[in-house]
């Protein structure tokens, strides 16, 4: 008998040891998840909190009136394309980028689309479109 509990004893901390292995999966879980796109557009891969900040930027921009760097964004965007939206209009666009904020230079194929109350409507691209019209990216 006391040969068993020395023989317990000697085991226990390979088994308290066990369960921190099971709990670090959803840990893995979880840094996948932030990895995953929310949404691409071509072959750019964005999470939700780029999308976020992009909108955002945007959106503050239409309330406090201007634009980004004092180019052309935001500005109305006509859905000319007809893509059903999450929201209901009227839309402004916003490019969206994988470097940060968009800030005036070159808007690259990506944009936010939103409302006039700042409620996401959908990201749409210009890449794999034709000429300037835009397909949506997948994610919405
Ligand atoms: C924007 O979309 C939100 C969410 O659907 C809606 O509540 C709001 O009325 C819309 N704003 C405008 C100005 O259409």
Redesign the pocket.
């Known amino acids: 008998m006391k040969f068993l509990s020395a023989f317990l004893l000697a085991l226990a901390p390979l088994a308290l040891a066990l369960p921190t292995s099971v709990i670090e999966t959803p840990v893995e879980a979880e840094e996948i998840a932030e990895r995953a796109c929310y949404v691409t557009c071509g072959s750019n891969c964005y999470t939700s909190a780029q999308v976020t900040a992009a909108r955002n930027s945007g959106y503050n921009y239409v309330k406090q009136g201007g634009t980004a760097g004092g180019g052309s964004y935001p500005h109305v965007y006509n859905n000319y394309e007809g893509f059903d939206f999450l929201?209901?209009?009227?839309y402004y666009e916003f490019p969206l980028l994988p470097s940060g904020t968009y800030t005036g230079s070159s808007p690259g194929p990506d944009r936010v689309i939103f409302?006039?109350?700042g409620?996401r409507a959908g990201e749409i691209t210009h890449t794999g479109a034709s000429g300037n019209a835009f397909v949506a990216c997948s994610g919405w």
């Open positions: 929201v209901s209009g009227t409302n006039k109350s409620a």
